[in-house]
């Protein structure tokens, strides 16, 4: 099955986070959605959710990934998932409306490998990112 998701978190307090080559992002607490796909051959949404599960249980692993660096922080909780099963790239657009409508997006996070300014949005209340994701369609 492949396609994209979008990972629901929730950051219990404010933080200045490490991101990698991000370097450091302050984040206030809240939530945040992290739209990611999985289009490979190998790697199908299961398999890479599966993965973003683990590490942020778990609070360790290897990073690659700009989220990944925020998963493992020990004031995130993922407290959502949605998948979208497509076999073409909606990563793009999906975080294109979510950034609309966020209270702000993290310049640059998980948005190396296209045009698009983030990948990252901020939400300060749930009801708000439930009547998004729900406006989606997902």
């Not at 660096?69 to 999906?94: H, Q, S, T, W």
Request: aromatic share 10%.
């Amino acid at each position: 099955m492949r396609g994209t998701y979008i990972l629901t978190m929730e950051l219990k307090k404010n933080q200045i986070i490490n991101v990698g080559s991000l370097g450091k992002i302050e984040s206030p607490k809240g939530y945040y959605c992290y739209v990611g796909s999985a289009l490979g051959k190998f790697v199908n949404l299961k398999n890479r959710i599966k993965r973003h599960k683990k590490l942020n249980k778990e609070k360790k692993g290897n990073l690659y990934w700009h989220i990944d660096y925020f998963l493992v922080n020990p004031n995130v909780d993922m407290v959502g998932v949605d998948k979208i099963v497509a076999g073409k790239r909606l990563e793009c657009e999906v975080s294109d409306k979510l950034s609309d409508l966020a209270s702000k997006s993290i310049p640059n996070f998980g948005s190396s490998d296209c045009n698009c300014k983030s990948h990252f949005h901020y939400f300060e209340s749930k009801d708000d990112l439930k009547d998004l994701i729900e406006g989606l369609g997902v």
